[in-house]
């Protein structure tokens, strides 16, 4: 009598591995059977089996997936959990670990949770706790599946089981892409704002939260420079996708990329880019998504956004309320950064910097506001120009000029100065202006890059 059952083969200890980063990648394949589905490693047969669902398949079986994981050696158990599905292979499930989660019974399915989020936890490398929280999240996003409770658990015992310097490069680590090919798949990264805010057990968002203060208090005590996080709007901060016509619409304004990589500071890299935009969220998150995958298709890597809602689409006041709110929330995430505000003078991101600003001063390190309307005294909220700048606001018409303000406030160095300046130039060279008067844009905006890097040649000589 044939057993239908789901398997993966492994080879214990055998497994062909590929560091890449901080991850290590076993590819694996599968095929589909009558009798299941059958996993090969890099393509290979190999001996043994690892059940993910079986009728005739006792639960005590060491082959089961929950046994393996208990008892493989930590190389083995972070060679499973590190497998990533080559090009081709799955369009759902790029990982071992969401396709675990996807494919066992629900009694399976609490027993890998708690082997993977308590017993063996200390074993699991910090880029794979990274994949199980975003394998996690992919199904707390699903409305069919019913232990949502106990993924949110699990999540929530790999962060508190976490500490120090480890949970800040895993906080940043859950936003990462899940995927090895974004453009075709979309961005799989994970969201540690919803995955702790949108949690409905109050008591369990208290206790993670509590985690996180202690650790990045210790964690703010062993670094000499503050960490800093970008936090920017979208539409006319990072393109041009809503009032400004100056620049060819959906195109990186020139330096953008180079001048925030250049501002932010983490542990072992620059962290990514969080972006705070008025966009709704959407039904499971669909806005999100759809606003992710576009900035990753113009190069931007591992997106954080924090999406607003429909009434607070309604006026310039209510969009930089919602904006704050959502900032105010993402800060207690992250408290062991300082923040640094990229916004535009066409809604209500300079109203939202002069509330950072008043109401707090020591998370804000400097805000910025892209000026695309010189020619006007006002901003889109109403406020007067003169009157935010004598606030501490920053008004800028390009990235050269924003450049030069961080410089001064000591937020970039001088040699990011200088090649920002070169990549400016050569950003704008490159962009398509296109219509009848698309040759006087490119003049003007030429002659405002001239102006402000000049003013950048004459700090630098100082």
């Known amino acids: 009598m044939l057993r239908r059952l789901s398997t993966w083969r492994i080879a214990a200890g055998r497994i062909q591995r590929q560091w890449v980063g901080m991850k290590q990648r076993t590819s694996w394949r599968f095929k589909q059977r009558k009798s299941g589905v059958i996993f090969q490693v890099d393509g290979k047969v190999a001996p043994g089996e690892m059940f993910l669902r079986g009728n005739n398949v006792t639960l005590n079986n060491t082959s089961f997936c929950h046994n393996v994981l208990a008892n493989a050696s930590p190389e083995t158990l972070n060679g499973i959990l590190g497998a990533i599905s080559p090009d081709g292979s799955d369009g759902f499930c790029t990982t071992m670990t969401c396709f675990m989660f996807h494919n066992c019974t629900p009694k399976v399915r609490s027993m890998v ?33 019913r232990q949502k409770a106990e993924y949110q658990a699990a999540a929530f015992n790999i962060l508190k089981g976490t500490k120090g310097t480890e949970l800040t490069l895993l906080k940043e680590d859950i936003n990462a892409e899940n995927s090895l090919n974004t453009n075709k798949d979309g961005f799989r990264g994970g969201d540690l704002y919803q995955l702790i805010y949108g949690c409905k057990d109050i008591t369990q968002i208290v206790s993670v939260m509590q985690h996180i203060a202690v650790e990045s208090l210790k964690m703010s005590m062993t670094i000499e420079k503050p960490l800093v996080k970008i936090i920017s709007d979208i539409d006319d901060t990072l393109y041009p996708g809503w009032a400004d016509t100056r620049y060819p619409s959906h195109k990186l304004y020139p330096g953008v990329s180079h001048l925030y990589r250049s501002v932010s500071r983490g542990v072992e890299k620059a962290p990514s880019v969080t972006f705070l935009t008025a966009r709704p969220r959407g039904w499971f998150s669909l806005g999100r998504s759809l606003t992710a995958d576009h900035l990753v298709s113009l190069g931007v890597n591992n997106p954080t956004v924090l999406n607003g809602s429909v009434p607070g689409l309604m006026s310039n006041e209510k969009i930089a309320k919602l904006k704050l709110q959502n900032f105010e929330r993402y800060a207690t995430l992250f408290p062991e950064y300082k923040f640094v505000f990229f916004g535009d003078c066409g809604q209500g991101d300079a109203l939202l910097a002069s509330q950072l600003l008043r109401l707090h001063p020591d998370k804000v390190l400097g805000v910025f506001i892209h000026d695309i309307t010189p020619d006007k005294k006002t901003t889109g909220d109403g406020g007067n120009k003169d009157e935010y700048r004598s606030q501490g606001i920053v008004f800028y018409e390009t990235y050269a000029g924003a450049g030069s303000a961080a410089y001064e406030k000591g937020l970039m160095s001088k040699s990011d100065l200088d090649t920002l300046v070169d990549i400016c130039n050569s950003e704008l060279s490159a962009l398509p202006f ?28 100082v």
């Open 434 to 461: 296109t219509g009848l008067n698309a040759s006087e844009k490119l003049q003007q905006r030429k002659q405002e890059m001239q102006r402000d890097c000049l003013e950048i040649a004459l700090k630098l000589k």
């Open 113 to 145: 949770l708690e082997v993977l989020s308590q017993s063996r936890l200390p074993d699991i490398s910090l880029a794979n706790r990274g994949v199980i929280i975003r394998s996690i999240q992919q199904q707390l996003m699903s409305p069919i599946v």
